[in-house]
């Protein structure tokens, strides 16, 4: 028994840290709920982290979220824990980026969970706590910056974001 549940985590691993591969905001990746030893280590794209991470139940690449949730889910302009933000599709980001809020620090920080966000090292990895500002002339977080910890500060892109997913489903109309 016992070896058949370490074949079967070798084999879990095994698909996440090949999912990496396929970049951020794809879906194509595992969702990573269940599998023993997700960590800060583990490698895996935006889309599957983010999707076990908040309970929404959306498929396809990241910048895809934001329509794919509309009658599904509630969607706001503002965040809150346990929200997702998705950011658009954009040259810099051909498949958008999801992240989960983790906390609301102030009206125009939040702090976000999320994995395979920016190059080098950090790639495929999850990241938490990291911080978000919103720097939209509306104060409407249309317009972000995120950090990066590799230079410990801000970086300069400015990344457009459609809006935050909450996590509860929209209820149907009668």
Request: aromatic fraction near 8%; proline fraction near 7%; include cysteine.
């Amino acid at each position: 028994m016992t070896s058949v549940f370490h074949a079967s985590r070798r084999r879990w691993l095994g698909l996440i840290a090949l999912s990496a591969l396929a970049g951020c905001g794809t879906s194509r990746a595992p969702t990573p709920s269940g599998v023993p030893g997700m960590g800060p280590d583990m490698q895996l794209s935006c889309v599957p982290y983010a999707r076990a991470r908040s309970g929404i139940e959306l498929r396809g690449d990241a910048w895809q979220w934001w329509d794919a949730a509309a009658g599904r889910y509630t969607r706001a302009r503002r965040p809150s824990p346990g929200s997702v933000i998705v950011l658009a599709r954009t040259r810099r980001l051909p498949t958008g980026h999801v992240a989960v809020v983790s906390r609301v620090v102030s009206a125009r920080e939040i702090r976000v969970d999320h994995a395979n966000w920016a190059s080098g090292a950090a790639r495929g990895r999850i990241a938490q706590d990291q911080p978000v500002i919103d720097v939209s002339p509306g104060n409407d977080w249309t317009q972000i910056r995120v950090w990066y910890p590799r230079i410990n500060d801000y970086g300069n892109t400015v990344f457009a974001a459609h809006g935050f997913i909450l996590p509860r489903m929209q209820m149907a109309a009668r």
